[in-house]
């Protein structure tokens, strides 16, 4: 295996429980899925992404229909359509141009007549549903007739945004719903791509984000909002207490960070809003979600849980989005101080004003190039992810799904691929940029700001590792969008009506 430490399984402290008996279960038949060469019992075969057998559990389901046990999904269509469109862009598979025409009938018929998309045909607005749907729009559709992006009711939808807004700067899901994390980065993503987000809309979300944040150091759903004793106004919330509610979990922390990483342009440009996050708490508390060696390598979701397939990408992918805050694992010089280890930007808890932690600013020098063990995580996703269907899934011998499918594989490639922003390329969007009058307002200012930091992403060639060779290499998705690169520039560009200039190919 690429981490060669001992196969030690997870203590009990000489007190077995139901948990800790699962646990030992689970690492037992992990284990039993690496096979060995013919020739060695101790050799580990080369690991195969077996790509054919993916493509045709997908094609079944997206040709012929899904089986009948997902009756139970019909409110997330959306869901099992992106899922499915997502997993064919990850594996380099394009749809025909009348099986694209089907996906975009589809999805049109789940748009809400008062705005966003509900999760089947006449069913209410959803903020997950109507990212779910916009995101399959933007790998099946384009502008034009029947290409279904100019069918999406923008100004419909911003209202329907701002319909579920509340006064600590957080959203409902839906009407008459609860608050989530995962609706806000639902929100975002979507308003990112069609070109939507305004101060208004994002007025306090960021605190409400930084709010969330538990004493783990990763997210929770939301947070509890307080306000004073005085008759109610929108100043009236109280920046404190705003405990969170629930535990750190990987989903809600992937979406709160990406949220957090979408915010930037209003915390760099609005002196309003103030807060921070503690990376370093975050980063810890990422770190710790990787299973042991008896694991393979595989993440979980939330402390002392079981790991499971799709935290591949919910914490896996986490890792790439702090790069975009700065935080890095930098071998060499790092600040204008010298030193090795990793770079970390200022946080709340994180010591000092401004964020400093004394002479060192937070350098730690224990670390190698990655904040975690990419070969591990793609040989749990080989070993243990695959079905031997097709499909991939949670963990052996449970069965492949949709769900767990596209998130295996956005995880897979979260692993293989090293996603950063990048100074040149943003100098290359920018000088493409078109001007307008707008330009130098303040809204201006974070459109252009939001188009360039969302497209300024792109793949450190040299750092790319694939274990098994490159018949597994599977497309780059965008770190906070999950939708490859191709399919990010070419909605956002439209949109924002930008020409988006082509990347420079790799040199051979």
């Known amino acids: 295996m690429a981490n060669s430490r001992p196969l030690r399984p997870a203590p009990d402290d000489a007190f077995p429980t139901a948990t800790s008996r699962l646990q030992a279960e689970t690492e037992a038949v992990l284990l039993d899925h690496i096979p060995t060469q013919a020739s060695s019992e101790t050799t580990q075969a080369p690991a195969k992404l077996h790509k054919s057998a993916h493509i045709q559990f997908l094609a079944r389901n997206f040709i012929q229909g899904f089986p009948a046990k997902y009756t139970s999904q019909d409110a997330s269509q959306p869901w099992l359509m992106f899922w499915t469109l997502q997993s064919f862009s990850v594996l380099q598979v394009g749809l025909d141009p009348g099986n694209k025409q089907r996906a975009i009938d589809t999805i049109l018929t789940w748009q809400h007549p008062d705005g966003g998309f509900g999760g089947g045909p006449g069913q209410a607005a959803h903020l997950l549903a109507t990212y779910a749907s916009v995101c399959a729009l933007s790998i099946a559709g384009g502008p034009g007739g029947k290409g279904g992006w100019d069918q999406i009711d923008r100004k419909k939808m911003y209202q329907f945004f701002m319909s579920l807004k509340q006064p600590d700067g957080s959203f409902l899901v839906a009407h008459h719903a609860e608050v989530d994390v995962r609706g806000i980065y639902c929100l975002l993503v979507t308003a990112t791509l069609l070109d939507l987000i305004t101060p208004e809309l994002v007025e306090g979300t960021a605190s409400f984000i930084a709010s969330c944040q538990t004493y783990e150091g990763g997210f929770s759903s939301a947070s509890q909002p307080y306000y004073s004793s005085v008759p109610y106004t929108p100043e009236s919330l109280l920046s404190s207490p705003r405990p969170p509610l629930g535990e750190a979990h990987g989903g809600y922390t992937f979406c709160a960070l990406a949220s957090w990483v979408m915010l930037q342009p209003f915390l760099d440009l609005s002196p309003r809003e103030r807060s921070q996050i503690n990376t370093k708490s975050l980063l810890r508390w990422l770190v710790q979600m990787q299973g042991s060696p008896a694991e393979i390598g595989?993440?979980?979701?939330?402390?002392?849980?079981?790991?499971?397939?799709?935290?591949?990408?919910?914490?896996?992918?986490?890792?790439?989005?702090?790069?975009?805050?700065?935080?890095?694992?930098?071998?060499?010089?790092?600040?204008?101080?010298?030193?090795?280890?990793?770079?970390?930007?200022?946080?709340?808890?994180?010591?000092?004003?401004?964020?400093?932690?004394?002479?060192?600013?937070?350098?730690?020098?224990?670390?190698?190039?990655?904040?975690?063990?990419?070969?591990?995580?793609q040989e749990y996703i080989l070993y243990a992810g695959q079905h031997p269907t097709g499909g991939l899934r949670d963990k052996p011998p449970k069965n492949a799904d949709a769900y767990h499918t596209m998130y295996c594989l956005s995880g897979l490639s979260s692993a293989q691929h090293?996603?950063?922003?990048?100074?040149?390329?943003?100098?290359?969007?920018?000088?493409?940029?078109?001007?307008?009058?707008?330009?130098?307002?303040?809204?201006?200012?974070?459109?252009?700001?939001?188009?360039?930091?969302?497209?300024?992403?792109?793949?450190?060639?040299?750092?790319?590792?694939?274990?098994g060779g490159d018949a597994n290499r599977v497309n780059a998705t965008h770190p906070v969008f999950n939708l490859t690169m191709t399919h990010s520039e070419a909605i956002v560009s439209y949109f924002y009506g930008q020409i988006v200039p082509p990347r420079a190919r790799p040199s051979p």
């Not at 790439?320 to 071998?331: D, F, K, N, T, Y």
């Not at 010298?338 to 946080?347: A, P």
């Not at 009058?437 to 939001?450: A, L, N």
Request: net charge negative.
């Open 298 to 377: 595989g993440f979980r979701g939330r402390a002392n849980k079981l790991v499971d397939g799709c935290y591949s990408w919910w914490v896996g992918g986490a890792f790439g989005l702090l790069e975009a805050l700065g935080v890095s694992a930098a071998v060499g010089p790092v600040s204008p101080g010298g030193g090795e280890g990793v770079k970390t930007s200022g946080g709340e808890g994180e010591g000092g004003e401004d964020g400093k932690d004394g002479e060192d600013e937070h350098e730690w020098d224990d670390v190698d190039d990655s904040f975690f063990n990419r070969e591990a995580l």
């Open 418 to 467: 090293h996603m950063l922003p990048s100074d040149e390329r943003r100098q290359q969007i920018q000088d493409a940029w078109k001007t307008s009058p707008d330009d130098d307002t303040v809204s201006g200012k974070i459109r252009k700001e939001i188009l360039l930091t969302s497209l300024s992403w792109t793949e450190d060639e040299s750092a790319a590792k694939i274990i």
